[in-house]
Structure formats: C-alpha cells, structure tokens
C-alpha cells in the first residue's frame, strides 16, 4: 500500500497510455497508416484487394520519407556501415545529415531486437509514456503536489503537438526531454549532486539525435534560457557555471550529428528561404478550447487551417487551470512559463515579433514552418496547469469564493460567444455551422462537469461534509481530463493492420529483382525507391543539395532555375529531359498500365522505338529498358572548362555535344585528348558509403560517375588520392591514366570525422569536471 500511496501517479500514466496504446498490445494493430499506404501509395494503390476506408491521410510524410530512411538506417547498420549516404534519392544525397534519419538516435537499438515494423511501433508508441513521466518528475521537482504533477503530466503527453506529430517518430522526440532537462536543472540547485549535470548534459545530444533540428533548437533555447532565469534567481554563480558547461558539453555530445547537418545545409536552397511559413491565424484561437471545432481531417470535415502543424491542445481542463496560475503568478518559475508561452504565441501567430525573427534571417528559426513553436506553448502551460491546480485548492480552502467565480466566468463568457456564434450562424460559412455546432457539445459538457466540481469542492470545505467527497471529486477531474485528452489523441493516431506494411506485391518482387545501382523511373517515391533500394533522380527532403536541384529543374526549359522548397521532380517532358535521361543513366522506366498515355505518365511511346524495349509485364504493370541509357560510370578522353552555371548548361544540352563522350569540368584537369582513344569502366562494387570501379584505356582519361557532387566524397587511384572534379554541372569525375586501374569514391565525411572526435573530447571533459567537482566535495553523485 505504501508503495501504491507513492507512486500512484505514475500508475496512472502507465494505465492511460497502455489504454491509448491497446490496439496494439491487445489487437496486433501498429500505429502505422498501412491502409492509407495501399490505398494511395503506388504499387499497392493499383491492386483493388486492398481498397477500403483509411482513418487518416493527414501523414504522407511517414510513408513517403520517415519510415524508408529509418528502414534504410537500420540495414546500412545491420550490414556494418554507418549510415552517412543515401544513393537513392537525389541521385545521391547525404543521409545522417539529413537530420530527418535520426541515424544516430539511441533508440535505434529498438530495430536490432524486435522485428521491423514492431520496432517502430514500440519507437511511437514511447513518447507519450516517456512525455508524461519526464513531466510528472519536473512538476514534483517544481513542488508541485502529485494530483497536479499528474495533470501536467497527462496534459503534456497527449497534447497537440505531441499527438499530431507522433506517428512520425521524430519531433516528438525531440522535444519529450525538455522536462527531463528541466528537471535536471532544478534538481542540481536543489541538491548538487553532479549526477543531475550528466543528466542535463545527454538530454542535449538525446534531443538533437531524434531527428528534428528545428524543435531541438528550441528545445536548447528554452534550456539556456532557464538556466540564465535560475541565475537570476538564486544568484548562485557557482551552480549556474557549471550547468553552463555542462550543457555545452551535450551541445559537444551531439556534434556527429550537428556539423553534418550544418555544413548540408549550408549547400540546400532552404538556407536561403526566409519567409513566413505556416503561421497559425488569430481566428484559430477557439480550437484552443474545441480542437475540432473548425473540423479534423480524420472525420474529413476540416476546412480551414493545418490541424496538425497549428494543434496547441493540451485538454480544456489543463488549459483552464493554467490560466488560473497566471492568476496567482507569486512563485517566480510560474513567470517564466507565462512569459515562454506568451514569446511562443507571438512566434507561432501574425505578430511584429514574428516579423522583426523573418527580418533577421537567423538560419532554421527563419525559414521553417513559424507553428511548430506553438508546442512550447503547450509545454509551458502544461506545467502551469498543475501550479493551477495547487492554487485553487489553496484559495478553495481559503475560501475566495469570488477569485474562483470570476475565474469561471471568464471561460462561461468564451463558450456564451461560441455557442452564440454557432446560433446565431455568425462569423463561419453557414455549411460549417454543423461542424462548429456538434464539436462544440463535449468542450462545453467537460466545462460544466469541471466547474461543477470546483463547487463541490469549494462548497465541501466550507461546509465540512464527507472527505471522501474530496477525493472522489480529485479521481473524478482526474479522470475527466484523461478521458478528454485519451479521446482527443485516439480519434487522430491510426492504428491499422500490421500485414498491410509495406506489402508484398508482384510489382514489389520485380522491384526488388531488379534493385541495385542502375536507376528508374516512375511515379513513386521513397516508399519504393529508398525502401526496396531503386535508385531514382528524384526526391523529396526538406534539404537537398542546391546544385541538384538547379540542374534537374533547368532540364524543363534549359533556363537556371531552383526546384521547388523540399522536392526535386525530373520534368517528364522537358526541353532537356530525352538526354538526361539517358545522362543520368535511367534504365529502367516504371509504368503503371492503367496511367495510359495521360499527361502523369513519362511518354516513352514518343520516343525512337528501339529506345524502350519492354522488360517486364502484369496486369498493373509494365517495365522498359532504356536501351540508350549510359553506363552509371563512364571514361571520356574529351572535356570542356566552364563556370558560368547557365553557360554550362547550355554547353552540355547544345546540338551536336555528344554527352556520352564529353563533359563538362569546372576546373582544368590537364589531360590532352587522344583521338585514338578507347576505354572502359565496370563498377564492381556500389554500397552507399563506397563506390569501386574498374577501368581500362589506351590514354589518359576522365572517369565520369553519373552520383551527385558533394563535399565529404574522396577518390583514390590504386588506393592514391585524386581530386574529385565537379562534371556537367553536378556530378563527379576523376582523371585516371592509362592502363587498367581500381578506382574507389569513399564518402568520408570530415564534418562528421570531427564531431565524433570533439564529442569524445566533451565525454572526457565531462567525467574530468564531475570527478574534480567530487573530489573537491563541491557537490555529491
């Protein structure tokens, strides 16, 4: 029992998330949208046994980007590489610096002891378990009583952000161990014991592993931040030092990953694109209150906004008692989540604020999407929620029955002008007035019943009735907000059959026949080319190499031009594209029969006949051979020096420039052409970190490999270095003299080389200064 009285809390969660998480402990359901996969992803879309009803299609990117990389992560591990290059996509691009892949995040560990697909169930099925525990210790950290550190708690693990985004796996991670961090922080004041500061310091790199820089950024901002506030605080130069340094010890934990990404970025077009992005419009503010109450896209009844990306909802109840705190702001943390939650909504809405972050142009916080800060918001008022809750059960017992009334009245005027606006058919299109209307009814019921306990509440103390009236009344707001926010989070995340995953089909079993280095082409993307490894000159990530890009979009008119924000589409009727097509080394082409000759499909019946031989059939689809295609890799005797970007374009496309045995160099490589010559190249082995090819020529040459161009990739000629030149304006080539050689490209990124080696530094300066702090009896362990 006495156990129980302890840690009933942490019971609880456990309960609610196990509830949440049923379907698939109980059911053999994952938390995967398999039924929206085979029903709007080709091959499965093509095959009719798989039609039916899909739950919610509001997560593409799971199946078209999330779970091929993290799929593709963990085979490059299983096979002994690290996973630092992905040559599916982007006709090459980098992997772990996509930052999305989350290559080095701990709980990959998950995929080398469980099977795939459940692995990733348990991987998002985590973070509101480990949400709502990181939250409940902060809250009894803060001192906080266990009934509100219970509601923060549940307030934190299913509030919007985390339940919109938890199929995906990544932003919630990175951001579930900002109450950890928190935590640590109040922890070492408290106690000083160094084992707080180590725990501070592997919340950072735990953070910024997950697999979302944009949310980890904010996550070490509100830490700095709150460690600079206890300074200020206690005046306590000696502890704030030192948890300054350990939390940039974490930021040197988490440098593998961080220089990567960093020096990536640098080269993609979205480091250039600082515009207001996703802001979350004032007229949303009710959803707030009635999350649904302008729609969802799981009852397809969502008509204005991003439910997903503009989600603040951290329960009525929660929300309710939070304002209550901001009401009773004498303890000073409670000054600071207010201010964290007012600096968020002036981010995440239309405000000068927001404007003056664009203007500055401060790289990511300027150029991603300005709503996804809105989480610190619901982060902020999840923990003032639980002081909420220990304010009004003070003024209860002090009997300030009008604090209490004024209070309520406050929110009973909000849902008077709601209901008013949805009587009255005012303000919204007179067809939504239905929607507003019927998800308006549980906000309004879950008021009443809440406010009705807070009378029983008040009206018990000062009366002196039954104290078990009291507790009943705790148990049942307690279970009032789970039920709330358990219904909330059930309603948007899928929970679909797990033999729908990624299923077989016979277009797969030829997908995978024919997967290897040579590339193809067809309506697809990720969810085939990354996941059954087809390599393809398209993509789709939030950064790509610039370069790339500008050459795959100039094959449209010939004109210098950027692709689009995060996707690179080969124009499939080009004024360049029957040449690059074959310069890219596209050799097979991936149509779908009932796509026809519409506008969609790649028209391979317009060109020569002898171009396109079929290579394979079924009743869904067919394969073509590109009979024209050059090899992947390449030797040519004969080049041209140019760095003017659109002059080389227009060099490379001109007529008469013969692609296959000239090319393009941005610098001289001093090699004389031998109109005699003859040569040839065969790759003999392509992995993603490591490309090895043989070549065979009478004269010096030029080696030529169709993979894109990128800092980080080194050539070796019999195993000595040689300069990587950039070819036809993104590519790679390398000199290699007569005679037959090896020749290996090696991506070996320094970028990353580094980071491992400073974060082994930070390790060692870490256990440095917590031994020293130890034996100095500074503080305890």
Not at 137 to 140: D, Q, S
């Given at each position: ?13 456990f309960?609610i ?16 949208a398999?039924?929206?996969q085979?029903n ?19 997560m ?10 993290k799929h593709?992560v963990i ?16 006709s090459?691009t ?12 701990p ?6 002891i ?8 348990i991987l998002v ?10 939250m409940y210790?902060?809250?009894?950290a803060l001192?906080?009583?266990?009934t509100g550190?219970l509601i ?12 919109t985004w938890?199929g995906?796996?990544t ?7 900002l109450?950890?961090a ?8 408290s106690?000083n014991?160094?084992r ?25 901002i509100f ?5 600079v506030?206890k300074?200020?605080q206690?005046k ?6 030192y ?11 988490s440098?593998?990953?961080l ?11 979205r ?14 503010l ?10 969802n ?7 204005f ?5 503009w989600?603040a909802?951290?329960g009525?109840v ?18 600071f989540?207010?201010f964290s ?5 002036f ?7 927001l404007?003056l972050l664009?203007f500055?142009?401060v790289p ?10 809105i ?6 008022f999840?923990v003032l ?15 300030k ?10 929110f ?5 002008a ?6 009255l058919?005012i303000l919204?299109p007179i067809?939504?007035?239905a929607?507003a209307?019927q ?12 406010s009705l ?12 009735v039954?104290?078990n009236i009291?507790?009943?009344?705790y ?8 039920f709330?926010?358990?219904?909330f ?7 679909d059959?797990?033999?729908?995953v990624?299923a077989?089909v016979p ?29 393809s ?9 610039k370069?790339y ?14 692709s689009a924000?995060?996707?690179?589409s080969f124009?499939?009727?080009?004024l ?9 080394g ?13 506008v ?7 060109y ?6 079929l ?7 067919q ?10 890799a390449?030797?040519?005797n ?6 003017d970007?659109?002059k080389?374009?227009n ?11 000239k ?10 052409a ?7 190249a ?11 090819i043989r ?7 030029l080696?030529?490999?169709s993979?894109?161009f ?6 070796y ?8 030149y ?10 290699v003299?007569s ?5 290996k490209?090696?991506y ?5 080389k580094a ?5 082994g530094?930070?390790i ?10 130890l034996?100095g ?5």
């Open positions: 029992m006495k156990l129980l009285k302890r840690f009933w809390p942490i019971i609880f969660i309960c998330w196990f509830i949440f998480s049923s379907p698939y402990f109980i059911k053999n359901k994952v938390p995967f398999s039924n929206y085979v709007f992803f080709s091959p499965w879309s093509t095959y009719p046994e798989f039609a039916g009803p899909v739950k919610n299609n509001a593409p990117d799971v199946i078209g980007q999330i779970y091929p990389w593709f085979e490059s591990w299983k096979a002994g590489q690290i996973p630092l290059w992905n040559p599916n996509s982007f090459g980098p992997l772990l610096a996509n930052y999305q892949s989350a290559v080095l995040s709980f990959n560990i998950l995929f080398f469980l099977p795939f697909i459940d692995a990733w169930s099925l985590l973070q509101p378990l480990l949400a709502g525990i990181f210790l902060l809250m009894r001192n906080v009583e266990k550190s923060s708690a549940i307030a934190f693990m299913f509030c919007g952000f985390l339940t938890m995906y796996a932003l919630g991670y990175a951001i579930l161990f109450p950890l928190i935590y640590s922080i109040e922890k070492f004041y106690s014991k160094v707080f500061l180590f725990l501070l310091s592997l919340t950072i790199p735990l953070s910024f592993f997950s697999g979302h820089f944009q949310i980890s950024l904010y996550f070490f830490v700095v931040s709150y460690v506030f300074f200020f206690t306590n130069i000696h502890n704030t030092f948890l300054i340094l350990y939390t940039l010890f974490g930021v040197l934990f440098l593998p990953q220089l990567p990404s960093i020096e990536l970025y640098s080269q993609t077009l480091s250039a694109l600082f515009q207001k992005a996703e802001i979350i419009p004032w007229g949303y009710p959803t707030f209150i009635a999350p649904d109450l302008l729609g896209p799981v009852t397809r009844n969502d008509w906004g991003h439910y997903a990306e989600n909802y951290i009525l929660p929300l309710m008692l939070a304002f209550y705190s901001i009401m009773n702001r004498k303890i000073t943390p409670v000054i989540y207010i939650a007012i600096l968020a909504i981010l995440a809405f239309q405000t000068p604020v404007d664009v500055l142009h990511v916080l300027s150029t991603s999407a300005a709503s996804r800060i989480v610190i918001f619901s982060f902020s999840a929620s639980g002081f909420g809750l220990d304010y009004l059960l003070k003024d209860v017992g002090d009997k029955f009008k604090k209490i009334v004024i209070w309520l009245s406050g009973a005027i909000i849902f008077a709601l209901w008013s606006v949805v009587i058919k919204l067809d939504k007035i929607i209307k998800n308006l009814i549980l906000p309004t019921i879950i008021f009443v019943l809440f306990s807070v009378f029983i509440l008040y009206f018990e103390k000062r009366f002196k039954n104290k009291k507790y009943g009344v148990l049942f707001v307690i279970i009032l907000i789970a709330d926010l358990l219904r989070a059930a309603k948007w995340q899928t929970f059959p797990k033999n729908l990624f077989d277009a797969i079993r030829e997908f995978q026949r024919i997967s290897g280095f040579e590339r193809a082409f067809g309506n697809y993307g990720a969810e085939v080319s990354v996941y059954y490894k087809l390599p000159v398209e993509g789709y990530d939030a950064v790509y190499i370069k890009g500008e050459f795959i979009a100039s094959l449209s008119d010939g004109k210098l031009s950027e924000r995060s996707v690179v124009p499939k009727n080009g360049d594209t029957s040449k690059a097509i074959n310069l890219l596209i050799k097979y082409i991936v149509h779908k029969i009932s796509d026809g000759q519409n969609w499909a790649f028209p391979f019946w317009k020569p006949n002898n171009q396109f031989s290579f394979y059939q079924d009743d869904k689809y394969i073509y051979k590109n009979n024209n295609a050059y090899p992947r390449f030797l040519v004969k080049y041209l020096v140019e760095n970007p659109q080389i374009l060099t490379m496309f001109a007529d008469g420039f013969d692609l296959r045995n090319i393009v160099l941005s610098k001289n490589p001093n090699i004389s031998d109109k005699s010559f003859k040569g040839g065969s790759i003999s082995k392509y992995s993603p970190n490591q490309v090895e070549t065979s020529s009478n004269a010096n040459s080696l030529f490999l993979d894109t990128y800092s980080g990739w080194k050539a000629v019999d195993n000595k270095e040689s300069e990587i950039l070819a036809d304006y993104t590519f790679r080539a390398v000199s003299p005679g037959i050689h090896t020749v490209f090696i070996d990124p320094f970028s990353f980071g491992i080696l400073v974060a530094f930070g060692l300066l870490s256990l440095f200064f917590g031994v020293f702090l034996r009896k500074k503080v305890l362990f």
